[in-house]
Structures are given as C-alpha cells and as structure tokens.
C-alpha cells in the first residue's frame, strides 16, 4: 500500500539525485545494506547470549525458582528475536526483481520493502531487549544468591 509519505520520499529522493534512477536506486539498496549490518550485530549479540548461557545457565537456574523462569524465558525471547531478524531483514529478495519501467513505482515498491524490513528489525530488537533483560534479572538473582564464603 502506497502512502503519500512514500510518495514524498520518492519526490525527495528523485530530487536528490537529479531523477538519475541508478543513483536513487543505490540511495535505498544503501538503506537496506543498514538494516542488514544492524539485524548482523543484533545477531552476534543473541549468539553471545545463547554461548553464555550454555555455560552459566545451569548456574543460573539452580539459584530459585525466578532464576529458572528467567533464563528460559530470557534464551527464548533472545532466540525468537534472532527468528524475527532472519525471516523479516535477512530474508533475500533482490532489488532488481523489482524493477518495471516506471521509475517511480520501482522506487515506491523498494520503500515499501525497506519499511518492511525497518518493522521487522524494530520488532526484532524489542524482543532482543526484553529477553536479554530477563536474562540480566536471572543472573543478578544469582549473584544475590550467592552465600559469602
């Protein structure tokens, strides 16, 4: 669905760089090459999470009951942020299957992909953040529990 913000940013676009379609092309193949190194290194921060606690997760549980609920909760979460980044951003489409003869329409149909790639990668770290949270509870709980000594 086309919106007239879209079609705005065509027109700005398309008056950046002088209605030369191969550089308001590169302009959004730009804008998704950001949305892919971002989902990249929300990833690399969800395998660190998911190593840890291959380590220290038993540690964490064994602490109570919260701990227990935490972590799992925490490793779940942070997993299905990583299965939102991969099926929403990194999932592949090429640009040039996009392209028709209208200029216009082509660069309308890349900023709908681009928006919804953005939503996925919103959605993405959201939950990255709300299990990567209840991992952080479980382990300070841990730390709480631990007997001088």
Not at 58 to 77: C, P
Not at 80 to 106: F, H, K, M, N, P
Request: with cysteine.
């Amino acid at each position: 669905m086309t919106t007239a913000a879209q079609r705005d940013e065509v027109s700005r676009i398309l008056t950046l760089t002088k209605d030369d379609p191969k550089e308001a092309y590169g302009v959004v193949e730009r804008q998704l090459s950001v949305l892919v190194l971002r989902t990249q290194v929300m990833l690399s921060l969800s395998g660190i999470v998911i190593t840890v606690t291959g380590f220290s997760g038993r540690a964490i549980a064994q602490t109570n009951d919260l701990a227990r609920v935490l972590v799992s909760a925490g490793i779940l979460i942070v997993l299905a942020a990583a299965a939102t980044g991969i099926g929403g951003v990194l999932r592949l489409r090429w640009l040039t299957q996009e392209l028709t003869d209208d200029t216009r329409e082509t660069l309308t149909r890349m900023l709908e992909i681009r928006d919804t790639k953005s939503r996925f990668l919103s959605a993405a770290l959201l939950l990255f953040l709300v299990g990567f949270s209840c991992y952080c509870v479980a382990i300070s709980q841990m730390l709480i529990h631990v007997t001088p000594g």
